[in-house]
């Protein structure tokens, strides 16, 4: 019902920048998402909130990438991204993105693989 693929991940050496972009195969407004988000799950680690943004468009990040990080979301193309700046190795991770609807579904995406050399 709702397809979310991720693309923009890459090796990127520290202090190097990404945009990650997660395109939804429908309108946001068509599946009532409430919440669009980004997750990492590095090795060894368990899957980790990243950045939220709801559909009143609060946005939430984790102490580790907050004033590094940035979500936000295109409406008219069904597109959430997560810019990432000032890139650390400790942000090396498959990023997945997620939306939540009103019904209380989650759909997640493929995930993107984003390494940080040092």
Known sequence: ???L???GGGLVQAGGSLRLSCAASGSFAAIN???MAWYRQAPGKQRELVAAITSGGSTNYADSVKGRFIISRDNAKNTIYLQM???KPE???VYYCNVRTSRGSDHWGQGTQVTVSS
Do not use: F
């Open 91 to 93: 942000d090396t991770a």
């Open 5 to 7: 693929v991720e693309s």
């Open 1 to 3: 019902q709702v397809q």
């Open 33 to 35: 998402i409430i919440v």
């Open 85 to 87: 700046n000032s890139l």
